[in-house]
């Protein structure tokens, strides 16, 4: 048989036995669920790699309740209820999962406010930070994101006056990266002005995720790809992000961007006064800030505007309702002040159903159930050290929490029915609320959440007020893929101006 057959049947006999010992050993051996997911995790590798598993776990859900094994230690639970106790208790640490995002910096590993297992480093890092993510600071950069609005309605208008088809999302993709680039840098990526600007630096970001978000099922892999000390093996990392962020710092302290933070303030401006006020933070750190905004921003809030689109044209009727709202409020300023998007609640509804839809983070939040074990609402016990999480896909469509029809894209469950009392109105909606798990939940809960929410009521409500907006073929579907990010594309819409004439329905 010779040496190498011999040395290929060992390692064959040695992973075949550990498989089968893990599967023994494993405190969800009789949890419902996939016995191959019991046996291996490349089970759950193949599916994220495909970009298929938030539905697969939907599906497994809907078959056997709120509890399903979907690896060797490895859960995924449904019941919202118990969102609280694992995602507000720091004794529930992250997963190995995400030190699969930390960051190789020559041959030092460089964690990150996400990435970071450790709660103390994680508070260190982002409590400095934290106040000017809350909704008011957010505001301070309200005017930097009304540039960008007004160059995206322009765009629009474009393709209204051409009547040729518009890739929508694309172009809110592009409409994210130049908002984001204005508030954290004010200057935008100009993909709007110059779309072929985009590919290196989207196409990238894209990649990273998809290594990120399938490597991360078996974190071991990383170490001989990504993190090889060796050197690296691999599509483009998030270190493309980072060099791009430490760029812009550079710029800034030396002066070479020629920013006048009077004239226009922007969130390194406030990240730069807590590093005066504070001789802790280094310029590491503020790179590490400036990372959040850029890398997650820019995508989710794409994400959420895409989905926002795309169930508004395939529900006219939601669609006509939000312009009939519209219309009947009168606008200061324009672009819309998100102050005065505040006052109507159908647009709230329609964000609030398709993010719950179709959330842009559909994987599973990944804890680790801590050292006293952990007994479940059924009896359940799960050991210390299983893997656990909450997947913000699955618990949106919790059929217990938002109704049999919870699939359904349907903004009015949001609002007070005519025949409802107050007291059952406000209890729906608590529960509902309580389940939202878009942004996640607790100190590890997604910091951007305030600027995110911010740029997507203004937008749709510049958007729907100027525009009427439908899918070139009715009848098809988007194309999405899940890489942590539930990306979207093969929306192609017809754009035309409201006031102009359109084919009745």
């Given at each position: 048989m010779g040496l190498i057959g011999n040395l290929v049947g060992a390692a064959v006999t040695a992973a075949l036995a550990h498989t089968l010992y893990s599967y023994i050993t494993s405190s969800t051996r009789d949890l419902p669920g996939p016995i191959v997911a019991k046996l291996t995790n490349l089970w759950r590798f193949l599916l994220v790699y495909k970009g298929r598993l938030h539905e697969i776990q939907k599906d497994l859900h809907d078959q056997h309740g709120d509890v399903v094994a979907i690896g060797p230690g490895c859960i995924s639970i449904s019941n919202p209820g118990l969102i609280k106790p694992m995602y507000a208790n720091r004794s529930w640490i992250k997963s190995q999962f995400y030190s699969v995002s930390d960051i190789r910096i020559g041959n030092r590993i460089h964690r990150t406010s996400f990435s970071t297992r450790d709660?103390?480093?994680?508070?260190?890092?982002?409590?400095?930070?934290?106040?000017?993510?809350?909704?008011?600071?957010?505001?301070?950069?309200?005017?930097?994101?009304?540039?960008?609005?007004?160059?995206?309605?322009?765009?629009?208008?474009?393709?209204?006056?051409?009547?040729?088809?518009?890739?929508?999302?694309?172009?809110?993709?592009?409409?994210?990266?130049?908002?984001?680039?204005?508030?954290?840098?004010?200057?935008?990526?100009?993909?709007?002005?110059?779309?072929?600007?985009?590919?290196?630096c989207i196409t990238d970001s894209e990649r990273a995720h998809d290594y990120f978000a399938t490597v991360g099922q078996i974190p071991l892999i990383d170490r001989f790809l990504d993190k090889n000390p060796l050197g690296r093996v691999g599509p483009p990392s998030f270190a493309a992000g980072v060099a791009f962020c430490a760029t812009q710092y550079a710029r800034r302290i030396s002066g070479k961007d020629g920013h006048d933070p009077i004239e226009s303030y922007d969130f390194l401006d406030a990240y730069l006064l807590e590093k005066e006020l504070n001789d802790d933070i280094t310029g590491s750190t503020i790179v590490d800030w400036l990372i959040r905004n850029v890398l997650p921003g820019t995508e989710t809030v794409a994400i959420e505007l895409r989905a926002i689109v795309y169930f508004l044209c395939k529900n006219l009727q939601a669609q006509h309702k939000l312009q009939k709202e519209l219309d009947a409020i009168h606008f200061t300023t324009w672009p819309p002040a998100y102050k005065e998007t505040q006052r109507l609640p159908y647009l709230d509804a329609v964000i609030n159903e398709a993010l719950r839809l179709h959330p842009a983070i559909s994987l599973s939040l990944e804890r680790v159930v801590p050292g006293e074990g952990f007994t479940m609402p059924d009896g359940t016990y799960l050991s210390p050290g299983t893997i656990v999480g909450i997947n913000p896909y699955v618990v949106g469509r919790h059929k217990p929490t938002y109704g049999q029809d919870a699939d359904e894209f349907r903004p009015e469950r949001w609002l007070q029915d005519i025949d409802e009392d107050d007291f059952v109105f406000n209890?729906?909606?608590?529960?509902?609320?309580?389940?939202?798990?878009?942004?996640?939940?607790?100190?590890?809960?997604?910091?951007?959440?305030?600027?995110?929410?911010?740029?997507?009521?203004?937008?749709?409500?510049?958007?729907?007020?100027?525009?009427?907006?439908?899918?070139?073929?009715?009848?098809?579907?988007?194309?999405?893929?899940?890489?942590?990010?539930?990306?979207?594309?093969?929306?192609?819409?017809?754009?035309?101006?409201?006031?102009?004439?359109?084919?009745?329905?």
């Open positions: 709660e103390i480093e994680h508070s260190q890092i982002i409590r400095p930070v934290n106040k000017h993510l809350q909704t008011q600071q957010v505001l301070r950069h309200e005017s930097n994101m009304d540039k960008t609005t007004i160059q995206f309605e322009t765009k629009l208008n474009e393709f209204a006056s051409s009547k040729q088809s518009c890739p929508v999302d694309r172009w809110l993709q592009f409409c994210a990266w130049d908002i984001m680039g204005e508030t954290t840098f004010s200057t935008g990526f100009d993909f709007l002005r110059d779309s072929s600007n985009f590919a290196d209890s729906r909606l608590t529960t509902m609320k309580d389940a939202d798990f878009v942004f996640g939940f607790g100190k590890r809960s997604c910091p951007g959440r305030s600027l995110a929410i911010i740029e997507i009521f203004k937008i749709v409500a510049a958007m729907y007020s100027k525009f009427e907006i439908r899918l070139v073929d009715p009848q098809k579907k988007w194309k999405t893929k899940n890489s942590w990010l539930v990306r979207q594309w093969d929306m192609d819409v017809v754009v035309t101006r409201r006031g102009s004439d359109i084919d009745a329905d």
